[in-house]
Each structure stands twice: as structure tokens, then as C-alpha cells.
């Protein structure tokens, strides 16, 4: 005999809001603290409560799904602990160093809490896999993942303990490997549709991951810490690190140019960037003022990887670099951008009133060696050091304009090719070819080849995603919930003495739903409370469909449904209760 559904009650969950002051300006990780989703245990380390664990679990299960249904990808589970001396053999243990949780056991064997998995699970396929014939091979994980982040902030999107989906792929060649690529595209954008979120799929840097192609998968908002570049008229979709500007050259004047100066993390570099202040844009006539705020670090880095990224003013550092005892700075790189013209260049000590030394440097200059670089590569491409402004020409079509919006990343896409197999020795033996083959191909006989297997890494950040869509939706009243992820899709609120009735009304939802909305998810607010607080929390919760048992309910029985998103409230008879749920979240 099949035992009756129990009913859903927010009494019978701990929800431990209220408590906290609202201040005048509120971020959606405060609304999170005080809606009771979290709790920050230490800094940049949060405690999952219930609500926001059931916001997990959905998001873990949506990307469970595309995972095993869209790529037929196998789940695994991933010690959290790594060697270090895997890490020294792929290359990478030195270079991200200052970001692991490093430790050593009792016998003084060194590991580390893993940020990635790379390592582990390339090792673990290269002792398994041995054929070509056990591939394409899909492995995936939802797992913790620890960095130790210098400032960890915005919550859960900064943090050093956090959850992620990583998905690890395993091809026989490159074109199998760039097809696998493009399935995982296509699974990405399924699984941020179902969450109806507007991402958008920007052209990255693979940075310390490795290879070639990466996308990351960005959820615009004024919050985020990248910056996203489209066009209004083509597909181009970029992120700001790897983005190239159209240069329109000006004509100098020695009061139109400005210089930034950096320095390298060794102190053995100093850098001058000059750069045009003052622009026009041809056919528009619009003028542009720049300054050293406008100054585009990846652009140096390109040509200055040690550069020291986080000095935003370098001027007083030189001074300690170029003098005494203790002097480390070797040379003087001058770059230039292409919106000065090359007189500038050749010539730009005696043309301008900007020294290429500040005055803090007063007698070490003469030990530096002062080198200059060109306004453009040795392919001849332009070099601009100046950020993509909104409105800048298209540089992949000739018709559009672009658009530089902020953006949080949910997640990123990596075709890793053989970056990880050829150094762990993650490889395969391929089938020996025909006689006739191997002549042709060789003029010998046929023999078998090993190759080093082709790889993708590919991850979404569950908890990001988490604390990147309470920021997108929330507004004044609370948090926003899409209905793919909410704690609860609908909530039932009545006063302390109408539980029996809100019972009824639960049937009936449940009853009439059918299977027309799969993902409803209900819970009656039974709690000790008044029904102006419970419709309170319900708008600091987020439930994407509020049904509240009030007045009208009392006068004439039918209820009313409120939809803060859509900015609805109706008074609905029960019998269709049903059915306008429904269709209010298919549009959540």
C-alpha cells in the first residue's frame, strides 16, 4: 500500500531569517545571509542552511542532467586531496603556488587541496585507458573545490571553498576532440535556457589551464568583475583579456599623450605605455579623453607577462628599483600605442613634455638599459593599449559597433589538446594499419602508434551560479529565484488559522497539476507567524509564485496570486489555480 505525500511545511525547516538589519544599500549575498540560505563560517567559506542547499540540489541535478542525457558523460567523485608531485610533473605546482592550501602528512608527504582536477583525472585515465577503442571517453564530477583567494569577496562568488561541475573529455584525435568541444557548447546553452538566464558565450583566455580555444559563459550584470564585449551586428562575443581594437591614428600634438608606468613583479623591468589622450572618431568628429584608468593590462601583459598587475601607479616603486646598493630594475621598456603616429615614436623625447623618467628617479637612470617597442608586432598588427569603450568599430565585421558590459562567469570551456596527456603520459595505441597502407604511408610494414589522447576540461561553477543569479534577480523586496533552481517554485501563505484550508488548496494544485508542470515544487508557510510577515519572507525568499489565502479567500473563497517578477497580482478562482500556475512558470 502506497503511503499518502507528506505535505510540505516550512515549520519542519530550519529557515533562520530575520535577526539582521537592513541596511540603506543591500547586496543579494546579504539577502542570502538574511533570507537564511548561508552563513559565512570563515572568511570567503559559507555554510549551506537548508534553503540555499535545496538551490544547490537543483542546480546540481539540472547539470547532472545535460551532463548524462546531452554528452553521455559517466559521474565520478574525485579525492579532494592531490599530490604535489603530480602537479610538478604537469608544470603547474610552481606557477599557481601562492593560490593552494598546501600541507604535509606525518611523514612529511607534501599534497594540496585541489582547485582543479586536471591532474587526477588525466593520471587515473592514463593508468586505465589503453585503447583507442575505450574512447571518447566523458567523465564528470560536482565536487569541492579550495583556492586560497588573497581577497576573497561577493560571497559566493569569490570564495576559497566552492562547488563545481567539472567535465573531463578524452578524443582520439583533434577533430574528435574540436566535435567534443562543440556538444559541450551546445550542452552549456541547454543548461542556462532551462535556468532562463541571458549568458553569453564569450571567446577567452586559456590562461594557466592550457591550449588554444576557451569560451567562458558570462551572465551580464554591473556586479561582475570581467568585461564582456559583443557587437550589435555579428556574433563577435569576446572577453575583454583577448579582445583587439580598430586604431583610427591621429595626428600628434605634444599635449594629446599621456604615460603610464609600470613595473615588472621582480622589479628588474620598468615600463612606459604612451598613449594618445585626447581622440577623434573619423565621420563622427567624436572626442575622447583618456587617462591611466583607461589603460588595458592584458594588452601590456601580452608583451609583459611578469608585469605586476596590481599597481595601478608605479612611479614611486622606480625610484627604490633605479637607486642604491639595492637596485634591481635592468631595463626600460617603452611601448606605444597605434593611436600615436610613428614620429612619436621615433623621436618622442625631444616632442614632448613628458619625461620618459619621473622625477623620482634621479640618478639611477643611467644604469638601465632603455628599450623601445613599436606601435605594432612583428606581423604588423597594430598594438593599442587602450580599453574597448561602448561604440568602438566592430573588428570582425564592418557594419557593427560594440557594447562593453560587465559579467559574472558561470562557467568556462577548455580544449586542452595534449597540454596534460603528453606530460602524464595519458596515452593510446592505435590500430595497426593494412599491409598496403603502411607502404603507402611509409613504404614499410604496418605497426602500431601510441598518441597522446586529446583532452577538454570544462566546469560551471554551482555555487557561482548560486550567489551570480541571487545577484542578477534581486530587487528591493528580496531575491528572485528562477523556477529550474528556486527552493520552492510556489508557496502557500494563509493566517495562523487557516491551515486546514491551505491543506485543501495544496491538494488542489497538486491534483490538477498533472504532469503539465514537472518542476512544481510546493510548501505551505505554517508557520506561528502573521500573514503580513510570512508574505514578507516570501518576497526575501524569492519563491517565484506566491498563493495567498487573505481577504478574498475568506469573503468569496478564491485566492490570490502574486508573481513579484512579472509583476502580477490576480485573484483566481481555485479550480483554475492549477493551470495559471503553471503558466507563470513556464515563463520563470
Known sequence: MMLPRSIPRLSKVWVPSGGFAVPAVEDAHSKLVRAGFLRQSHAGIFHMLPLGKRVQDKVERLVAKHMEESLAASRVSLSSISSEALWERSGRLQHIAPELFRFQDRKGGAYLLSPTHEEEITNLVAQTVRSYKDLPLRLYQITRKFRDELRPRHGLLRGREFTMKDLYTFDIDLKSALDTYEKVRAAYSRIFNDMKLPVLAAKASSGDMGG???????LPSPFGEDSVITCGSCDYTINEEIATATVAHETYQADQVGVWRAITKDRSTLVNVWYPTRTSRAGTGEVRQYTNTDINIYAIKSLVPDLDA????A???WAAATEGPDATAKRLVNLFDSGLPPSFSDSFEGTTSLSMWPDAVKTGASRVNVQCHGSSTSGGKALSFLRIRTGDDCPQCSSGTLNVQKAMELGHTFHLGTRY?????????????????AKTATGGSGTSKTVSMHMGCHGIGISRVIGAVAEHLADDKGLNWPVAIAPYTCIVVFAEDGYNDAVQVY?????GSGDQDERLDIVLDDRQKSLPWKLKDADLIGVPVIVVLGREWRMTRRVEVQCRRLNIKDIIDVDSLSSVIAELHSKL
Do not use: F
Not at 588554444?212 to 558570462?218: A, G, I, K, T, V
Not at 596590481?310 to 601607479?313: H, M
Not at 491538494?507 to 491534483?511: E, S, T, Y
Open 212 to 218: 588554444d580555444l576557451s569560451h567562458e559563459y558570462h
Open 310 to 313: 596590481g599597481v595601478s601607479d
Open 315 to 317: 612611479t614611486t616603486l
Open 421 to 437: 596527456s603528453d606530460s602524464l603520459n595519458a596515452k593510446i595505441s592505435l590500430p595497426s594499419p593494412s599491409p598496403s597502407e
Open 507 to 511: 491538494k488542489r494544485i497538486l491534483g
